[in-house]
């Protein structure tokens, strides 16, 4: 595996790679590596020639009062992980080379990224777009895998290569989960063992969505009661939201009557936590 720090050297191996007309399959990640992320890995590996994992905690994608310097960290963990995936390249820029000083341009999404966790997080997926597309633009990609974990997210950056037509084909991954159902996250490592034990709250309270869905619930209010109730019953939870909207467009709905996407986020004292899942009525 070789390890690449710097923007021109990976953009310059990217360009002369692609045109041999192989394929490179590339998976964004902020590091701290889990079995999430070797599950896209894993995806990339099977589909494409050349593999590009990048490791890069991107503060622009960090509010003011987040965790970026406290965001976990372990290159040698990372690197033994990506080495034991077959990974061919690992690309790890430090935050100066990705950003100049006086750098001016962003990629701002205007509707999608306005809801769900972008009323906490306002600026987050300006901060997700302008990396998404520079690291397109560094590794040159024929494909990117992104997890559905971060199901706002996929979903935008699905829209963002569409409007501005850049050609890599954006594929996606299921939520890993730990044997008690909390999905996969580097930010579980900063739970408490109490916090650990509530994290579950998240999975209860969508699997009390999809029961009470697969029962014919179609109403958002009465769906998102329920998982309410679950988040309410845990004592270091604190809820952010739970929201019903389309599983495209992310936009409010009423009814269910079209694939929506079920979305929530949970505070608590030592980390911020997000799941999601998909409810697709039948017809
Ligand atoms: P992160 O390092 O958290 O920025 O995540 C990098 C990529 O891994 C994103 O596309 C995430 O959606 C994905 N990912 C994170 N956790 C999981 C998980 N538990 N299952 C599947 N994909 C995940």
Redesign the pocket.
């Known amino acids: 595996m070789e390890i690449i720090r710097d923007p021109i050297e990976m953009q310059e191996w990217g360009i002369a790679y692609r045109q041999n007309e192989e394929s490179i399959g590339l998976v964004?990640?902020?590091?701290y590596l889990h079995a999430?992320?070797l599950?896209?890995i894993r995806m990339a590996r099977d589909r494409a020639d050349k593999v590009v994992v990048s490791i890069f905690v991107n503060p622009t994608q960090f509010g003011p009062n987040e965790d970026f310097s406290s965001y976990p960290r372990d290159w040698a963990h990372d690197e033994r992980l990506c080495i034991g995936a077959g990974v061919d390249i690992l690309f790890a820029p430090d935050v100066a080379s990705m950003y100049a000083k006086d750098a001016t341009v962003q990629v701002l999404e205007n509707s999608m990224s306005k809801g769900l966790c972008g009323k906490s997080r306002p600026g987050h997926f300006d901060g997700v777009c302008t990396v998404v597309t520079k690291l397109f633009n560094l590794t040159q990609p024929s494909f990117a895998v992104?997890?559905?974990?971060?199901g706002q997210?996929l979903r935008i950056i699905r829209r963002l290569v569409r409007d501005l037509n850049i050609p890599v084909k954006i594929l996606s991954?299921?939520?890993?989960?730990e044997a008690d159902g909390l999905?996969?996250?580097?930010r579980n490592a900063r739970l408490t063992p109490d916090e650990r034990r509530q994290a579950v709250c998240l999975r209860r309270s969508l699997d009390a969505v999809e029961e009470s869905f697969a029962k014919g619930e179609r109403s958002v209010n009465a769906l998102t009661a329920a998982a309410r109730e679950v988040i309410a019953r845990a004592p270091l939870a604190a809820l952010d939201y739970v929201e019903i909207v389309d599983d495209e467009t992310l936009a409010a709905v009423a009814e269910i009557e079209r694939p929506a996407l079920c979305a929530l986020a949970v505070n608590f004292p030592s980390a911020r936590l997000i799941d999601n899942v998909v409810l697709r009525p039948r017809d």
């Open positions: 964004p990640t902020m590091g999430g992320h599950s896209l992104f997890g559905e974990k971060d997210q991954g299921p939520i890993i989960r999905a996969m996250s580097s």
